[in-house]
């Protein structure tokens, strides 16, 4: 299956399916720092591209707009030129229109016969959830064309569960790791690590997967290079992205 994926930088890629484009988390900002609540994170890398590179994107999918490293303010100012928005209830109650607020497990038609399905992200351990707040994944099918998840901001293996239990014909997943640590919870994991990454593949039924949130901040614990190692280890590999 070809399925062409360019990468812009850490949760950043773009897609088309079903003759849409589709961009997730847009981050364009500069290398800096970058206020989050009362901490800051600290962006190491300028972005692999601009947004024009993606051609005409018609659908950005956006796990959440609370922090910059998943929606910094250039990335604010693109998405708000883009047709639609899908994000959380919460993100759309804050950015308005073209935000549209999708619950768990809530789909929502778009032409070229592409359904998106919201489905759980848990940015963080369990317990966790008031400090971080909602984040969403996202699920694209339709007739004919691939199965595609995008995790959002994850750090949960039960999430993945209940996720392949829904949809066990995953056919490409796009899965944010980098092991992400910050003092709001201490020395845990707020998105997935490698081998949560391996797990994850294998609980999909090893799809084609591409990596991302992986690179360019700070407050990422692990590399694209850890990623990849792991999964060489585990005799999976990774899909190239443009």
């Not at 609370?66 to 759309?92: C, I, K, M, Q, Y």
């Not at 590399?223 to 585990?234: P, Q, Y």
């Amino acid at each position: 299956m070809t399925f062409a994926i360019r990468s812009f930088g850490g949760p950043t890629v773009s897609f088309t399916l079903g003759g849409l484009t589709f961009m997730t988390d847009p981050t364009f900002d500069e290398p800096g720092d970058y206020p989050n609540g009362d901490r800051k994170l600290t962006k190491t890398a300028p972005p692999a591209g601009r947004p024009s590179e993606a051609g005409e994107v018609d659908v950005v999918l956006l796990s959440h707009d609370e922090h910059p490293d998943n929606l910094d303010r250039s990335g604010r100012a693109f998405a708000a030129t883009v047709p639609l928005v899908l994000s959380t209830p919460a993100a759309a109650g804050r950015m308005g229109s073209p935000v549209r607020g999708l619950s768990p497990w809530e789909s929502t038609a778009l032409r070229g016969g592409v359904t998106v399905t919201a489905v759980p992200a848990q940015h963080g351990p369990d317990g966790t959830e008031h400090l971080t707040g909602p984040v969403t994944g996202f699920v694209l099918h339709g007739e004919g064309l691939p199965t595609v998840y995008v995790s959002g901001d994850n750090a949960s293996l039960r999430v993945v569960r209940e996720i392949a239990a829904k949809f066990p014909s995953i056919d490409v997943a796009v899965l944010f790791g980098g092991a992400a640590r910050t003092p709001l919870v201490g020395d845990v994991n707020l998105t997935l690590d490698a081998a949560g990454m391996v797990a994850a593949a294998r609980i999909l039924g090893e799809p084609a997967v591409v990596a991302a949130h992986v690179d360019g901040w700070a407050h990422f614990t692990e590399s694209r290079a850890d990623v990849s190692a792991a999964f060489a280890e585990a005799g999976l590999s990774l899909s190239p992205v443009l």
